[in-house]
């Protein structure tokens, strides 16, 4: 199992959820498993944390929900907004500066 | 990993100020979720009682959960976001609305009023009928 590491993940959650509602409209176990599957299992959140996280983008509105009854069960589905693909947007650019600027002290000679 | 109390965590979600809507609505949530770890562990074929221990124990712990859900203070009643603001506001609005508390208390007990209203009215004319025959009685008597 993939272990996690709080501090550095800090706003990851918030970006892997935008970027995989970009595509299409998910709910909240369908999300966890999208997580596991795009980052190879590399990133493993506390399933149950997801919510809070999704009704915080919710509330800010980056993101909207709608109730579909699906097998006896009324799943929530979360989409993105207009204002959510802008703040996608600002997270990815911002995600890599940090991935440029990591990478470039890593490869750094100081680190030989 | 013991089976997760949804009542007992709306209760702490609530408690801890939690907006009901996003109370109510997280859990209805992760018992959902709950249940398709459980449908997704017995399709691998665990047992019933041992999908329910997996289950539980990849949904994580409570404490987690309701600490996640307090740590986000946009989810929290107005009351609890602005405590000082509601601490003025609160009596001020419950002052304001003394004057229709009658009103609203008898819009809500209308049928009981109205039992109470003919009660009245049929004691009243009972009453008034007794009177009428007494005061008949004592005029051709």
Redesign the interface.
């Known amino acids: 199992m993939a272990q996690s590491n709080p501090p550095f993940m800090s706003g990851v959650p918030e970006l892997l959820l935008l970027r995989l509602l970009n595509d299409r409209e998910m709910?909240?176990?369908e999300l966890?498993r999208s997580i596991r599957e795009v980052t190879s299992e590399a990133i493993s959140l506390?399933?149950?944390?997801i919510?809070?996280?999704l009704?915080?983008l919710e509330?800010?509105g980056s993101l909207k929900s709608r109730r579909k009854p699906v097998g006896g069960?009324?799943?929530?589905y979360y989409s993105v907004t207009r204002k959510g693909r802008e703040r996608l947007e600002t997270l990815q650019n911002d995600w890599q500066r940090i991935q440029t600027g990591i990478t470039s002290a890593l490869e750094s000679p100081g680190n030989a | 990993m013991r089976e997760p109390n949804f009542k007992r965590l709306a209760h702490r979600l609530l408690k801890s100020g939690i907006a009901p809507r996003?109370a109510h609505?997280?859990v209805?949530?992760?018992r959902?979720?709950y249940?398709?770890?459980v449908d997704a562990a017995v399709e691998d074929g665990a047992s019933s009682q041992e999908a329910r221990q997996l289950a539980a124990s990849?949904?994580?712990?409570m404490d987690?959960?309701v600490s996640?859900?307090i740590?986000?203070r946009?989810?929290k009643t107005w009351a609890y976001r602005f405590p000082r603001t509601a601490i003025v506001i609160y009596p001020l609005a419950c002052l304001a609305a003394l004057p229709a508390v009658p009103v609203f208390a008898g819009i809500a007990n209308a049928s009981l009023i109205a039992r109470w209203g003919a009660s009245l009215l049929a004691a009243g004319l009972f009453t008034a009928a007794l009177l009428l025959l007494l005061q008949l009685s004592i005029l051709f008597g």
Not at chain 2, 58 to 61: H, P, T, V
């Open positions: 709910y909240g176990y966890v506390g399933e149950g944390v919510y809070p996280v009704h915080s509330r800010n069960r009324t799943r929530v | 996003h609505r997280a209805t949530e992760i959902d979720h249940d398709d770890l990849q949904l994580g712990r987690d959960l996640a859900m740590a986000r946009e989810l």
